[in-house]
């Protein structure tokens, strides 16, 4: 098998790739010795590459419980999505401008608007990477090295709902919802800003109804507990 740069480097991606399709769930155990078995290599590597999605807010670490999974409050997630919005719309202006300086970027974001027209809305893991290499390209599109970074690590924790938030929205819809990548792309280039703004922030509306939905979810817990 090739592994990456390093062995740690290749474990923080497994590891997070696995996090994020919900293989390893929420809640759920990181064991090092037994991921190290699973990707045959040492421990070593696993546990430097577990600390670091610690400081990513993917991982947590307990008092005699270990790795585990971070869970993530209704606080959490609204706070993702908040700094998500704000983020791709500040981009917005500078991607315009840039639309003539990046032509291979908008000639990828095309290529991955064409692949979203064949995805089944069932086929959330094809649509989560899609979604992130759509949303990654715009944030470049900006030339904001720093902004980049930020976005990298905010996704980091909102792919992880992504998945979750999907799945509570009929299929239906999430078809509507890969479809609009189009549309944004479309306003990209024709430079039309204001289109852009209106559009990015309307295609996070199937997100924020499963907000809604685990708040509900959430609030019926702890009706239950008391």
């Not at 590459?49 to 008092?63: D, F, K, T, W």
């Amino acid at each position: 098998m090739e592994y990456p740069e390093s062995l740690q480097n290749y474990a923080l991606e497994e590891i997070r790739r696995r996090i994020q399709t919900g293989v390893y769930p929420v809640g759920s155990k990181l064991a090092p010795q037994k991921i190290a078995s699973e990707l045959s290599i040492s421990p070593t590597p696993v546990v430097a590459a577990l600390n670091r999605l610690i400081s990513q807010g993917l991982v947590e670490m307990l008092p005699r419980r270990g790795f585990l999974v971070k869970a993530f409050t209704v606080e959490d997630i609204s706070n993702y999505f908040d700094t998500r919005t704000m983020m791709e719309c500040w981009a917005v202006k500078a991607a315009i401008r840039n639309r003539t300086r990046f032509p291979k970027i908008l000639a990828e974001m095309g290529e991955i608007v064409d692949r979203f027209d064949g995805v089944d809305p069932t086929d959330l893991e094809t649509a989560r990477e899609l979604e992130t290499q759509f949303h990654m390209r715009l944030i470049r599109m900006a030339g904001n090295d720093q902004l980049t970074r930020l976005y990298e690590f905010n996704w980091s924790v909102g792919s992880v709902f992504f998945v979750f938030s999907v799945s509570k929205v009929l299929p239906e819809n999430f078809r509507i919802s890969l479809q609009e990548h189009r549309t944004i792309l479309e306003a990209l280039t024709a430079g039309d800003e204001e289109r852009l703004m209106t559009l990015l922030a309307e295609h996070l509306r199937f997100l924020n109804k499963a907000i809604d939905w685990y708040k509900k979810a959430e609030s019926e817990h702890y009706k239950e507990e008391g």
